[in-house]
Structures are given as C-alpha cells and as structure tokens.
C-alpha cells in the first residue's frame, strides 16, 4: 500500500473505532461484540505502530473511553484512570512478562497477582477523612461522570469507613450478577419496558440514571480492586496486601484471586478461571495480572494508555453451534443491504441468540454460508453475535450456495455495489418503504429529534396507516390525527397525547441535532457539529447545500478546508444535496420548525488573544478540541514556539518545543493543569 492508502486506512479505522467507543461507553449501547472490537483495535495498533508517522491525531491509542455526557457533573480525575494492554493468548502473556523483566532489567522470578477481569462498569470513588465525597463514572480516563447520588443506592457501597486514610480514592467495577440480570429483565418486560442485552449493559444503564430512585431499583453490587489518589497513611506495600487492607476497611473485594510466584503459576489461575466462568454469578470476560509489588510498578510506569505492569488477558469468544434456517436482507436508512442470519435459538454466555449479522455479501461467500447449513457462533457476552464458520460435516448433500439479491427486497429497485465498502445498497432512497422507516427511526431517535414515544414499531403503524410518509409529516399532524390515533388499537388516549406534547416539544432543535437528525451519509453528531459551526443557521445551511448541489466550486473548497470533514464524506454530502427530494425536504422541515441558530461563542477570558502552542501527546482531549477550547476563550493557537509565545501546554513526549519554552522564558503548564484550568474557568491562573 502506499503511504496515501496507509493513511487512509487508519483514518477510516480511527473513525470506526472511536464511533464504537461512544456507543459502548457513553450511550451503553454497544454495536458490535467485545470480540469484534478487540481484533478491530489490534488491527489499527499494529498498523499505527508500523506507521507513525501515519497515525491521525486523534488516534484510539491515545484515548481511554470517551467524552463525558452533558447530562452529568464533570469529574476529574486526581490520577488517571486508564485502560489495560489486552492478550489474546498465552504468547502474549509471557510476552508481556518478558518485557516487564527487560524494562526492570532482572531475570528473577516475579511476583503476579492475578484477579478476574469483572464485565461491567469501572469507577472511582474519594473519601476524604472516612467520608464519601465524590463518585465517577472512568469518562475518558481524565474527566468522569459525577455518580455520587447513584452509588450511594448501592446497599453494601459504603458512605463512610473507619480508620481511613485522610485522602483514599479507591477504583473498582460495578456489576449485576446473572441470577439479578435475568430477574430485572422479567421484570422489564412484565412493565413493557426494554430489555437490557447483558449485564453490563444493565450495570452502565443503571448507575447512569439522572433520577437516582431508578438506580436504587436496580440490583448492583461493587468490588473494589486498585487505588486513585491517596495520603502518605496507606499502608500497603503490594496489591495483596492493598485488597487486604480494603477489606479491612469494610469495602468489597473479590476473593476468587491468587498471588502467583511465577508465569506458570499464573498459566494455571487463568485456565482455572475459564473453566470456572459458567459457574460463577458473575460475567467476567478474562483475567488481569499486575505486578504484585508497587515499587516495581512505580518504576514500570505507564505508556499513552496503559500501565506497563498490567495486562488484561481475555477469555476466547464463547462459541455455540446451531441450524441456520434462513437468511433475511435487512434495508438500512442509507440502502444499505444487510443479510443477517435467523438461527435455531441457542443459549450462548446466559443469552438466547435466534438472530446473527452476516456483515455483507461478500462475508457470505467468504465463508460459503449457505441455508440450513449448521453454524459455529461467537459472542463474549455482547449484543450482536457473529458466525464463525460452517459446520461442513454437517452440510447436506442438496445445498445450495445463496445468491444475494440483484433487487431491493422492499422496494424491488435495482441494487447497486458501494466500491469503497463493499456494500450493495437500493438506489430508491425515497421510494423504497424500509428506507423511510429507518430515517424516520433515525430522525426521532435521542440524539437527533428525540421524540419520546415514537419508536420503530409506532413509525411503522403511522407509515402503514397512512399518517406520515416523510419527516415532515410528523409535524403536520393535526387534531384530528391525534384523535384517530387515540381510538386505535395500540396507542390510547394518553398515549396519543404524550405523543402530541412530544412532537410540540420537539420542534425547537438545535442546528446541529437538526443536520445529524437528516440520516445523511457520514455525518455523525461530530460532523453535523462542525457543519453547524460553519453555517451558523438552517437557512444558511440549506442556501450552501444548494450551491454545492450545483457542483459550486466555492462552496466545495470552503467545506473542504474544514478540519475533520473529508473527501469521503463531502463527496457524500454533494451527492445527497445533487437530488432535489432532499432539498425540498430540508425546506419544509425548516418551514415546520424552530431550528436554534449556533454560534460556538467565544468568552472574553485572561487568555484572549494570548498565543498558545500545544506540544506532546495529548491523551484525554484531541489536539483539535484543545484548539477549539483554546479558540473559544479567545486566544490564538499556532503550530511554533517563538519569544511572542505566551503559554505551552504540553502533553506526553513534547520534544523540542519543551526545550525551546525554556530558553525562551516561555510558561510551560501540563495537559492535566490545562483540562483542569478549563473545566474549573481559572483562566487567570494560566498566566
């Protein structure tokens, strides 16, 4: 590959990956399985390691979780809360070892202590002088979520401990075992609400609740397993010794652990372990070995994202082995074709599976999948399941090969193949009914319209009952509409008003909720952002869609200067601002509609028109939101150090630019001081 195709690979994997980091940690609604994602991110590490050079900015490798959601407190982390290195086999174990023993330069036995790797929500908790004062979700491993009101529900989860050190922040894992997972969903679907896809999902959903009450509802439970910020007192030489002393101090901690004394030691807890996973009450989905003695950590340190003394070694995918009797073509909003796999229902990691993405077409002749062929399943405990491969001693004489279809399975319409991603897709956007219901799903959905109460099963009802055939429709619904809807079965009178509030409700967006909500290709909640930044109003927004719809070259060149927005995706903005169903759309939905105009404002600050330079890996913002928080306070950001520099901030690894600021006179702060700084408006404290 060439250097141009290198890059555009890790672009396109950066992108993918930090989209499955929002949905897992910041929506708890995880898209693919952990399986899935682990061999994704290896895939993107191995190659940023061969090339990086190549590595985009805002590289997953540099990242712990993700953003933090508006709707909770920020919390920052006294230390960092980072993400363990993961193996995938015993090689990598005793490749791990081998490099500890080559950093501390020792060749002498050392000792592991070995604990299970719990499957569910990692956080933080301070106690100041035995009092509970402040609880977080990991967030992006600088900044958390604010959970205090939620953790404090947790019966055994204690607000108070005896002989504490004056300052002990203590991290851990909040969990729902098995037997309390399934419980909760029976009771979920006796009240009709969703259910939860496992429990980790549970657990985040949870302890993720605004209304506290709903937490407290909820069956979790905690251990306890490692330490934030602590004060001179603490006593603990080891992590043996520290478990010890947590449970001493009447925090719990999982006892299923051992010190082992060597590599096969260690060998011989985690194959225990996996035999043993079944049994327990608990998900967990690997092992984690520390370095047992803390001085040794202390000098093993820590790299971008990880502590070098730590590794996660994960479990191989449970596998199931089960009849597909069909294949079904699923239409996307985009026309997407997705074949996915109707199985003869298998219990697999305490979860009836019936259903299995096949990914595309391609991945179906790949493996020669073919129906009524016996297939062998993986899922670690996560949403979507994957087929491995056919059972090809099983395959009966009379099979055939499937032949994807050369027609839309909705609408009848002619597929076409998507070169860059191997995708057929129906050309009848706004013909094809499965089209509609899905942008329509997307159009209502939270992060875009957010209008409670239409969901996909009442979009379907409204499509079939001829109540709505676009978005728009929505909005026209009137008072008689909503009186029909009350008499049919189904909706109810207060059903047909909460909806009638809902879509009032929802008619003062945001622009950029308003762009993301129109389902256009590429353009996630990021990217509506940046166009919002841009445009700054609907209307301006829909006057340059048609200018760049009329192959404007102005227009295209002023879009394509815009930091995060690529060749791909204008190209597939251009392409969807080309037809004039989507101009006319957009049209009538800003007639329809309140759309606010965005201005990203900046705030007059002690840092307005100060120059400031950012230097070093920067790991819990991207280097370009540093610069667009550095923007919004008014200051000016450049790429060079030189005597008009007023401030340096510098990450992980600054290089020159550090040694300049100090020739120079040059203030030099910390990303953390600068994170800090921001969040708490101490602007005056920079300089």
Request: aromatic content about 8%.
């Given at each position: 590959?060439?250097?141009?195709?290198?890059?555009?690979?890790?672009?396109?994997?950066?992108?993918?990956?930090?989209?499955?980091?929002?949905?897992?940690?910041?929506?708890d609604e995880p898209t693919i399985s952990d399986a899935e994602y682990d061999l994704l991110f290896e895939t993107y590490r191995s190659l940023a390691?061969?090339?990086?050079?190549?590595?985009?900015?805002?590289?997953?490798?540099?990242?712990?979780?993700?953003?933090?959601?508006?709707?909770?407190?920020?919390?920052?982390?006294?230390?960092?809360?980072?993400?363990?290195?993961?193996?995938?086999?015993?090689?990598?174990?005793?490749?791990?070892?081998?490099?500890?023993?080559?950093?501390?330069?020792?060749?002498?036995?050392?000792?592991?202590?070995?604990?299970?790797?719990?499957?569910?929500?990692?956080?933080?908790?301070?106690?100041?002088?035995?009092?509970?004062?402040?609880?977080?979700?990991?967030?992006?491993?600088?900044?958390?979520?604010?959970?205090?009101?939620?953790?404090?529900?947790?019966?055994?989860?204690?607000?108070?401990?005896?002989?504490?050190?004056?300052?002990?922040?203590?991290?851990?894992?909040?969990?729902?075992?098995?037997?309390?997972?399934?419980?909760?969903?029976?009771?979920?679907?006796?009240?009709?609400?969703?259910?939860?896809?496992?429990?980790?999902?549970?657990?985040?959903?949870?302890?993720?609740?605004?209304?506290?009450?709903?937490?407290?509802?909820?069956?979790?439970?905690?251990?306890?397993?490692?330490?934030?910020?602590?004060?001179?007192?603490?006593?603990?030489?080891?992590?043996?010794?520290?478990?010890?002393?947590?449970?001493?101090?009447?925090?719990?901690?999982?006892?299923?652990?051992?010190?082992?004394?060597?590599?096969?030691?260690?060998?011989?807890?985690?194959?225990?372990?996996?035999a043993d996973r079944d049994s327990l009450p608990y998900e967990i989905d690997g092992i984690v070995y520390k370095i047992n003695d803390f001085a040794?950590?202390?000098?093993?340190?820590?790299?971008?994202?990880?502590?070098?003394?730590?590794?996660?070694?994960?479990?191989?995918?449970?596998?199931?082995?089960?009849?597909?009797?069909?294949?079904?073509?699923?239409?996307?909003?985009?026309?997407?074709?997705?074949?996915?796999?109707?199985?003869?229902?298998?219990?697999?990691?305490?979860?009836?599976?019936?259903?299995?993405?096949?990914?595309?077409?391609?991945?179906?002749?790949?493996?020669?999948?073919?129906?009524?062929?016996?297939?062998?399943?993986?899922?670690?405990?996560?949403?979507?399941?994957?087929?491995?491969?056919?059972?090809?001693?099983?395959?009966?004489?009379?099979?055939?090969?499937?032949?994807?279809?050369?027609?839309?399975?909705?609408?009848?319409?002619?597929?076409?193949?998507?070169?860059?991603?191997?995708?057929?897709?129906?050309?009848?956007?706004?013909?094809?009914?499965?089209?509609?219901?899905?942008?329509?799903?997307?159009?209502?959905?939270?992060?875009?319209?957010?209008?409670?109460?239409?969901?996909?099963?009442?979009?379907?009802?409204?499509?079939?009952?001829?109540?709505?055939?676009?978005?728009?429709?929505?909005?026209?619904?009137?008072?008689?509409?909503?009186?029909?809807?009350?008499?049919?079965?189904?909706?109810?009178?207060?059903?047909?008003?909460?909806?009638?509030?809902?879509?009032?409700?929802?008619?003062?967006?945001?622009?950029?909720?308003?762009?993301?909500?129109?389902?256009?290709?590429?353009?996630?909640?990021?990217?509506?952002?940046?166009?919002?930044?841009?445009?700054?109003?609907?209307?301006?927004?829909?006057?340059?869609?048609?200018?760049?719809?009329?192959?404007?070259?102005?227009?295209?060149?002023?879009?394509?200067?815009?930091?995060?927005?690529?060749?791909?995706?204008?190209?597939?903005?251009?392409?969807?601002?080309?037809?004039?169903?989507?101009?006319?759309?957009?049209?009538?939905?800003?007639?329809?509609?309140?759309?606010?105009?965005?201005?990203?404002?900046?705030?007059?600050?002690?840092?307005?028109?100060?120059?400031?330079?950012?230097?070093?890996?920067?790991?819990?913002?991207?280097?370009?939101?540093?610069?667009?928080?550095?923007?919004?306070?008014?200051?000016?950001?450049?790429?060079?150090?030189?005597?008009?520099?007023?401030?340096?901030?510098?990450?992980?690894?600054?290089?020159?630019?550090?040694?300049?600021?100090?020739?120079?006179?040059?203030?030099?702060?910390?990303?953390?001081?600068?994170?800090?700084?921001?969040?708490?408006?101490?602007?005056?404290?920079?300089?």
């Amino acid at each position: 590959m060439t250097n141009q195709d290198i890059s555009k690979k890790l672009r396109i994997l950066t992108e993918e990956i930090n989209k499955h980091n929002h949905s897992y940690y910041s929506l708890d609604e995880p898209t693919i399985s952990d399986a899935e994602y682990d061999l994704l991110f290896e895939t993107y590490r191995s190659l940023a390691t061969q090339y990086p050079e190549l590595t985009p900015k805002d590289s997953p490798l540099l990242k712990v979780g993700t953003t933090i959601a508006s709707k909770f407190n920020k919390v920052i982390h006294s230390r960092p809360m980072l993400s363990l290195a993961n193996g995938f086999s015993e090689e990598d174990f005793r490749d791990f070892f081998e490099r500890v023993q080559n950093f501390l330069k020792t060749e002498l036995a050392l000792e592991l202590f070995c604990e299970l790797k719990i499957d569910g929500l990692s956080f933080s908790a301070r106690y100041e002088n035995g009092l509970l004062v402040v609880a977080s979700t990991r967030g992006d491993g600088a900044v958390g979520e604010d959970i205090t009101n939620n953790i404090k529900t947790i019966s055994s989860f204690p607000q108070s401990l005896k002989n504490a050190p004056e300052i002990l922040e203590v991290r851990g894992e909040i969990y729902i075992d098995k037997a309390d997972f399934n419980e909760l969903n029976k009771r979920q679907t006796e009240e009709g609400k969703k259910i939860f896809a496992n429990p980790r999902n549970a657990a985040a959903g949870s302890l993720r609740q605004l209304d506290a009450a709903i937490t407290a509802s909820r069956p979790l439970k905690y251990f306890v397993y490692g330490l934030g910020e602590v004060s001179n007192s603490c006593a603990a030489k080891s992590q043996s010794e520290l478990l010890l002393q947590f449970n001493n101090l009447g925090l719990v901690t999982n006892q299923y652990n051992l010190l082992a004394k060597n590599e096969e030691m260690a060998i011989s807890f985690y194959n225990k372990a996996l035999a043993d996973r079944d049994s327990l009450p608990y998900e967990i989905d690997g092992i984690v070995y520390k370095i047992n003695d803390f001085a040794l950590q202390e000098r093993l340190g820590y790299i971008a994202r990880s502590p070098r003394f730590a590794l996660a070694h994960k479990f191989p995918a449970i596998v199931g082995r089960t009849k597909l009797n069909n294949i079904t073509i699923q239409v996307g909003r985009t026309g997407a074709l997705t074949p996915v796999a109707e199985l003869e229902p298998i219990a697999i990691a305490g979860v009836m599976v019936s259903r299995a993405s096949l990914h595309n077409h391609m991945e179906i002749e790949r493996k020669d999948i073919r129906i009524g062929d016996y297939v062998f399943l993986q899922r670690a405990g996560d949403v979507i399941p994957q087929v491995m491969s056919v059972d090809l001693s099983a395959r009966a004489d009379a099979s055939t090969k499937f032949i994807f279809p050369s027609q839309c399975p909705s609408c009848g319409s002619h597929v076409h193949i998507d070169p860059d991603e191997a995708i057929l897709r129906c050309e009848n956007g706004f013909g094809c009914h499965a089209q509609i219901h899905e942008r329509l799903c997307h159009f209502v959905s939270r992060n875009a319209l957010n209008i409670d109460g239409l969901g996909f099963k009442q979009i379907e009802f409204l499509l079939d009952n001829d109540f709505i055939k676009n978005q728009a429709d929505i909005f026209r619904l009137d008072k008689d509409a909503f009186v029909r809807l009350a008499l049919m079965h189904g909706f109810g009178l207060k059903s047909a008003q909460n909806l009638e509030e809902n879509i009032n409700r929802a008619k003062k967006v945001s622009l950029p909720k308003f762009i993301y909500s129109l389902g256009i290709r590429h353009i996630g909640e990021t990217n509506a952002k940046l166009l919002a930044d841009i445009f700054g109003s609907a209307t301006e927004f829909l006057s340059c869609m048609r200018l760049l719809g009329a192959n404007n070259n102005t227009i295209y060149e002023r879009l394509d200067n815009i930091d995060g927005i690529g060749n791909k995706t204008l190209d597939t903005l251009k392409e969807f601002c080309s037809e004039d169903t989507n101009l006319n759309a957009i049209t009538e939905l800003i007639d329809l509609l309140n759309i606010q105009d965005y201005k990203n404002e900046i705030i007059e600050s002690a840092l307005t028109n100060k120059i400031i330079v950012f230097t070093g890996t920067l790991t819990s913002v991207s280097r370009a939101e540093a610069k667009a928080q550095a923007e919004r306070l008014g200051a000016k950001v450049s790429s060079q150090i030189s005597s008009n520099t007023d401030l340096l901030v510098a990450g992980l690894a600054a290089g020159s630019k550090l040694k300049k600021a100090a020739e120079l006179g040059v203030k030099v702060i910390s990303e953390e001081e600068w994170v800090r700084i921001c969040l708490q408006k101490n602007y005056i404290d920079v300089l």
